[in-house]
């Protein structure tokens, strides 16, 4: 599990470690400079031929330190090369600025071409700021206001002007100071903790963004270096240890009222329920999946496919007559339970007694896919709403039609997990997608405080809250997913996993993580074009198992 914080709880955790701890202030900027530093170095010596592909390590604040600091880095050939560089250090008037300063000047010592250009009021600077232009400017290290500067050649910028400060749109002089940053024509950008015009919270553009190559972080990753489009103008991050103490996360959350965002990685696998071998089919939970419509099946097969896949150890399909025969062919492990389209109204007690007993069998709940939106779907989603007392995943049509009836919300209950897309969650909330878009971990927060229950929001990054406050963004997955029925399978690894034992937000956030991985490993296969959503299940099966993916497999068993 890797945090994620946001501006105001970095600057919490940075006044925790200078006012609480002790830690100097001028050591976690020197720290800091130095990890900036050698990001610049990592590119600058391996584009004149230094550096050797793989040498350098990522995410801490030592990678590459022996190339880029140690005995005869600068000598002969290669220190001509770094004087034939020119870096641009674009620093506003903030600690950001500072710790952009105090990197040009540990490569001005180590022989490279760098200007320190100002780009706020100099009159508003903080304590570090001056502390760190006036070593520049004892050791002759050119520094000038963005206004009297004459552009010219830049190889490398260096984007040190907000960082994790910014509140609102940039405009005016900053504005500008941006537009030149984006017209300089680097070759190489490096961001000192999040690219310049980009909100640290949400991931949004406020109002002119400089998109970087690389940036270069500080203790804890970013909210909105994980958020769209500020994922996109952050490049590769790099997290780097500058001495925060180890637990600062936890210090400051109860002061905040609500834990850190979190994303999980590889290591987060282990969350995933143990198979004991002495067990049985009822051991790892029974799914029911009440889903598609006449002749429309495919999510009822997907999201069943895709609990058996994720190892719940019963499945049963309750579905509309007309899709008996394929859910026969296409997943003959499945029990099958039909109505018909107009059972609900037509024979309410006996649609009631049947919705009770598949309730009653059932330890977790698919509701939703495919269902259509008829009237008479109304009436089986009350059934299920009221009927229940086991974990529900609530999706697609269904979420369609509680936007259609909003007094079926009355029977949310704290077991519920709804998945939306954007399109479904404006539905619900009667906000548009583009204000949505604007802070969707608020828009997920809001609507699972409001109604006490999980909320999965999907989008190109997925956002997970939980009804205590815990709020996920996911760190797996690719454009490659957005295909038909890929969130019908989400809803069955979510509802996999809650069937083995998971509490409903491990469930969520884990669901999220190992769906999307299960895409990464597919386009490492088919590329971004070709994947379908049942080859989505199969892979999480796989990755489940521990084993490579199916193409993968075949080349090492020499097919």
Same mark, same amino acid.
């Given at each position: ?141 050119? =520094? ?6 004459? #552009? ?5 910028? %260096?984007? $040190?002007? @907000? *960082? &994790? ?71 590769? =991050? ?6 925060? #103490? ?5 210090? %400051?959350? $109860?002061? @905040? *009222? &609500? ?301």
């Amino acid at each position: 599990m890797r945090y994620l914080v946001t501006g105001s709880q970095m600057k919490a955790i940075d006044r925790n470690a200078i006012e609480q701890v002790g830690i100097p202030s001028v050591v976690l900027m020197e720290r800091a400079a130095m990890a900036v530093a050698d990001a610049v170095v990592r590119y600058a010596e391996g584009s004149v031929g230094l550096a050797e592909s793989g040498r350098y390590a990522e995410g801490c604040v030592g990678a590459g330190r022996k190339a880029a600091w140690g005995e005869g880095a600068g000598r002969g050939e290669n220190a001509k090369n770094r004087a034939s560089l020119h870096i641009w250090a674009v620093c506003g008037s903030g600690n950001n600025g500072a710790d952009g300063i105090a990197a040009a000047r540990l490569l001005h010592n180590k022989g490279y071409q760098v200007t320190v250009i100002l780009a706020g009021g100099a009159e508003h600077g903080t304590e570090e700021f001056y502390l760190q232009r006036r070593i520049a400017l004892n050791l002759d290290i050119p =520094v000038t206001e963005w206004k009297d500067f004459l #552009p010219g050649r830049c190889d490398i910028l %260096i984007d $040190a002007v @907000f *960082g &994790v400060g910014l509140s609102r749109p940039v405009e005016g002089d900053y504005a500008r100071v941006l537009q030149m940053m984006k017209d300089c024509g680097a070759g190489y950008t490096v961001a000192v903790d999040m690219p310049s015009g980009i909100h640290s919270d949400s991931g949004q553009i406020m109002g002119t963004a400089v998109p970087a190559d690389v940036t270069v972080t500080f203790g804890y990753k970013k909210l909105g270096s994980a958020l769209y489009p500020g994922r996109d103008y952050c490049g590769r =991050v790099e997290v780097c240890d500058i001495g925060f #103490p180890p637990d600062s996360v936890e210090r %400051i959350s $109860a002061s @905040f *009222g &609500v834990p850190a965002a979190v994303t999980y990685g590889p290591e987060d696998l282990d969350k995933m329920p143990e198979r004991p071998s002495y067990s049985n089919k009822g051991t790892f939970g029974k799914v029911l999946v009440a889903a598609g419509s006449e002749n429309m099946g495919g999510a009822a097969y997907l999201s069943a496919l895709a609990a058996y896949r994720t190892g719940a150890g019963l499945v049963k399909i309750m579905t509309a007559a007309g899709n008996r025969q394929m859910m026969q062919q296409l997943l003959p492990e499945a029990i099958l339970s039909t109505y018909e389209a107009d059972e609900p109204k037509r024979e309410p007690e006996a649609f009631h007694r049947k919705v009770e007993e598949a309730c009653a069998w059932a330890d977790v709940i698919v509701l939703g896919p495919g269902i259509g939106q008829r009237e008479s779907m109304r009436e089986l989603l009350r059934e299920f709403l009221i009927n229940a007392y086991v974990p529900i995943v609530l999706d697609a049509d269904g979420l369609n039609l509680i936007a259609r009836y909003p007094e079926l919300t009355q029977y949310y209950t704290e077991n519920i997990i709804i998945t939306p897309h954007l399109g479904e969650m404006s539905r619900l909330t009667g906000l548009t997608t583009e204000q949505l878009r604007r802070d969707i971990v608020a828009a997920a927060v809001d609507y699972s405080g409001a109604h006490g229950i999980t909320c999965v929001l999907k989008d190109s990054a997925t956002v997970a809250a939980g009804r205590d406050g815990q709020r996920y963004v996911n760190s797996s997955g690719n454009s490659a997913m957005a295909k038909a029925g890929s969130g019908d399978v989400l809803t069955g690894v979510i509802a996999g996993l809650l069937a083995q034992g998971c509490e409903l937000w491990e469930a969520a956030a884990l669901g999220v993580y190992l769906h999307g991985m299960a895409g990464d490993r597919l386009r490492a296969v088919y590329g971004s074009q070709g994947i379908l959503a049942r080859e989505l299940a199969d892979e999480v099966g796989r990755i489940r198992a521990g084993e490579p993916t199916a193409e993968i497999g075949r080349i090492r068993a020499g097919e």
